[in-house]
């Protein structure tokens, strides 16, 4: 059964680290593709970081040189190292996976729509 689980968020102060974990079991890396997205109150859902299944990786212009996202293909497991935190980055962190069928093994820079499988969230606050 496939499933997505988030862990890892909590409240730091401004300028802390926090690393998120996303447990993809079931699915194979080879095969999908993994974004981060983020939703802070009132606001939609946006991209922050993705993996595609040949390892190709992007970021959001608002996280570049701050986060990083990796992948534990071994333990199906997806992080993103949040550093330098602002205020801003509060939000739920959520960790989605899409199959790449039919797409070129760079895709995961997408919309939030183009994803179908989603985890439950992991909250991060960031304090000034």
């Known amino acids: 059964q496939k499933q997505l689980v988030e862990s890892g968020g909590g409240l730091v102060q401004s300028g802390g680290s926090l690393r998120l974990s996303c447990a993809a079991s079931?699915?194979?890396?080879?095969?999908?593709?993994i974004g981060w997205f983020r939703q802070a109150p009132g606001r939609e859902r946006e991209g922050v970081s993705c993996i595609s299944s040949s390892g190709r990786t992007n970021y959001a212009d608002s996280v570049k040189d701050r986060f990083t996202i990796s992948r534990d293909a071994a333990k199906y497991t997806v992080y993103l190292q949040m550093n330098s935190l602002k205020p801003e980055d509060t939000a739920v962190y959520y960790c989605?996976?899409?199959?790449?069928?039919?797409?070129?093994?760079?895709?995961?820079?997408?919309?939030?729509?183009?994803?179908?499988?989603w985890g439950q969230g992991t909250q991060v606050t960031v304090s000034s």
């Open positions: 079931g699915f194979n890396f080879g095969n999908f593709a």
């Open positions: 989605a996976a899409e199959p790449i069928f039919g797409r070129t093994p760079m895709w995961c820079w997408a919309p939030p729509k183009e994803y179908d499988n």
